[in-house]
């Protein structure tokens, strides 16, 4: 976000400008401070003297060990210097926006300074801000503010059709020193908070402040105000305990740009973990997706980057896992695309949600989340030598390889399937919900499961690389069944069901004339065409043979493929490219991290290092921090990485993606 500055802590986020403001805006790039998906502050706004200042240095990159901050002063000309210059820190801790703002005396005199904070909180929840085609009923709802001896509260409030109130967030600004007066601003809830600043000559002062977001359902009491250098330190020995633990990439390998990414990377899952429970209850801080629009537990998403990460992070991998068996499918419910045994895609704690104007709340519509807990349950048992985990989720385990068969597809069909029988929306990307064109796997976006001349695919599709998943899924599966479990029947079986898909998945997806699988097989039983980079995970999962894995692998860093930054969601050339579509030519790291991992596998060093020199120098680009997307252009057509428009960052698997390309080039990769 141009222009914008994010601090983020545990599920609590701020999107503040370059003078640490936040103005209430909606769309593609919203500003304030966000907590379980609402937003509790929409104006933060400074003036001085009755009017904006004038902004000297702007908000510059908040470290691991300082604070947001910039540079202002009162509005002033050529030859009349400002009275005094403002000084203003921020940070993000412990649910609050921090903010110090220190005011120095320019003058021999004493000097008054009149400071003035206008404070606002529409409480939106985040699907209201992200699409504003959309309009929700709250026809019920109450917003408040009310005056405290040190600030303002802002309250809101929204009863069930029976009366009864179920919904009341939150948000309290406090003050230190407390404000000389809080007067109403023009219009609604917001409130100005204003103060007379005695400076002495060539001194100082200043005024500390916290918003703290209260979410529905959290604490009720707002924690201690601190200044946010305070905060920050804080911050810093939290992060760093995780940072920098062992093993630290820099020591296991002395390629310092890949290093570099890794380190990046890290802190960037540190401050991505938010709080979720297990199923006991007990407290956890898993990786959530990203940020501004998925800062929440996402099967595919958290699942995935454990997993990169699981040689250096176990404890991502244990929390995740942990957190989502609890969440895990009982029931039928068609409108969240709930069933027994389905491991949960998206977790949300908002409004809409809790409200079922959208279902979010737990919602289940992704074919390959249930498979690869699997996968990752195995892996982490098999990374750690720890079986505890695995004892402990062989209900949720079993359940899952219970629903892969039954409500999966994979008796009736001989697939995981998604698409002609499913009710309810796919993944929300900002349009309607319910697309008809939108999927149930990692290519979720409209029209991205696509022939080779551009037609969707329709009915119940069965998407290559969810079939290798499952493949990955019930090998590994077995494993835990025969060496935890002490099931030998339920491994022998979970071990014939996996050949025979191994079996099938050659004789139906694979494109003898292109040497290549199909993307998928759509409702008829009919081959999706074109080439797309899907075929790298077959690769990862093993489903392939070595002949047709080493083909595959190869043919993936041909040009059409490989830009020189990464690989293509989609070869170019063919009807449905597009350099900037969602997932139809554009690159994802994830991806790439995917197929690395998978041309390591099969003994593809020379492809594998291709791709991981790629992503290192793109990264190289970004700060080290890879984003979420790229264009598809080649370095031939430009000699950088083209952003993509509406990629996120931070992003959890693309931050955890540099953590996969080491394992890659290290013994014992996942």
Not at 420 to 426: I, K, L
Request: negative net charge; hydrophobic residues 40%.
């Amino acid at each position: 976000m141009t222009g914008h500055h994010l601090l983020v802590h545990d599920g609590t986020f701020a999107v503040v400008t370059d003078s640490g403001d936040i103005s209430g805006a909606r769309g593609a790039s919203p500003d304030g401070l966000f907590s379980r998906d609402a937003r509790h502050l929409s104006r933060w706004q400074l003036t001085v003297e009755g009017a904006q200042p004038d902004l000297l240095v702007a908000a510059g990159q908040a470290g691991p060990d300082r604070p947001l901050a910039a540079v202002l002063t009162p509005p002033a000309g050529r030859y009349e210097p400002p009275a005094y210059t403002i000084f203003r820190e921020q940070a993000v801790a412990d649910r609050s926006l921090a903010e110090r703002i220190r005011l120095t005396s320019n003058r021999p005199v004493p000097t008054i300074a009149r400071i003035a904070v206008t404070v606002d909180a529409d409480f939106a929840d985040q699907f209201e801000l992200r699409s504003d085609h959309r309009s929700y009923d709250k026809a019920d709802a109450l917003r408040t503010a009310e005056a405290l001896p040190d600030g303002v509260a802002f309250g809101y409030e929204r009863a069930e059709p029976d009366g009864r109130p179920t919904w009341h967030s939150r948000t309290v600004v406090t003050a230190v020193p407390a404000p000389d007066a809080v007067s109403r601003s023009t219009g609604g809830t917001a409130r100005t908070l204003e103060w007379r600043v005695v400076l002495p000559p060539h001194g100082s002062g200043e005024i500390v402040l916290q918003a703290c977001a209260l979410a529905s359902g959290t604490d009720t009491e707002p924690p201690r105000i601190q200044p946010p250098a305070a905060a920050v330190a804080g911050l810093a020995q939290e992060n760093a305990a995780f940072t920098r633990a062992a093993p630290r990439p820099r020591d296991l390998i002395g390629w310092t740009e890949l290093a570099r990414a890794c380190e990046q990377g890290l802190a960037d899952l540190a401050g991505l973990r938010v709080p979720a429970s297990g199923p006991d209850g007990e407290a956890l801080r898993v990786p959530a997706a990203g940020i501004p629009w998925f800062l929440a537990l996402f099967g595919r998403d958290s699942l995935l980057t454990s997993l990169f990460a699981l040689p250096y992070r176990p404890e991502l991998a244990a929390a995740t896992l942990a957190a989502l068996a609890a969440a895990q499918g009982t029931a039928y419910d068609a409108a969240r695309q709930e069933q027994p045994g389905r491991i949960a895609h998206e977790i949300r704690h908002g409004e809409l949600p809790h409200f079922r104007q959208v279902p979010y709340a737990r919602y289940y519509g992704a074919v390959d989340s249930t498979p690869l807990f699997l996968t990752l349950l195995h892996a982490y048992t098999e990374q750690t030598g720890d079986d505890v985990l695995a004892r402990r989720l062989e209900p949720q385990a079993r359940a899952a390889v219970a629903w892969m068969f039954r409500d999966g597809g994979l008796d009736e069909r001989g697939w995981l399937v998604y698409g002609a029988n499913a009710e309810g929306p796919g993944e929300d990307l900002g349009g309607d919900p319910g697309d008809a064109g939108a999927g149930q796997s990692w290519k979720d976006s409209p029209g991205a499961i696509c022939f080779s001349d551009g037609r969707p695919a329709q009915g119940s599709i069965a998407v290559a690389e969810a079939q290798g998943y499952a493949y990955d899924a019930l090998v590994r599966t077995a494993f835990l069944a025969r060496k935890t479990w002490n099931d030998e029947e339920f491994a022998a079986r979970l071990e014939q069901a996996a050949e025979g898909l191994r079996r099938r998945f050659h004789r139906w997806f694979w494109m003898p004339g292109l040497g290549f699988p199909a993307l998928a097989l759509d409702g008829m039983g009919r081959q999706v065409d074109v080439l797309a980079s899907d075929a790298g995970h077959l690769l990862w999962s093993g489903i392939l043979d070595p002949e047709r894995g080493e083909e595959v692998g190869r043919r993936l860093l041909k040009a059409d493929f490989f830009s020189g930054w990464g690989i293509r969601t989609l070869a170019a050339g063919q009807v449905p490219y597009h350099p900037l579509s969602w997932h139809k030519g554009s690159i994802w790291p994830h991806d790439n991290a995917l197929i690395v991992l998978g041309l390591a596998r099969y003994g593809l060093t020379e492809q594998a290092l291709a791709v991981i020199r790629g992503l290192v120098e793109a990264a190289a680009v970004h700060g080290w921090r890879l984003p979420e997307v790229m264009a598809g252009y080649s370095r031939d057509e430009h000699p950088t990485p083209v952003p993509y428009p509406h990629s996120c960052s931070p992003q959890a698997w693309a931050a955890a993606t540099p953590l996969a390309l080491l394992s890659a080039l290290t013994p014992g990769h996942t």
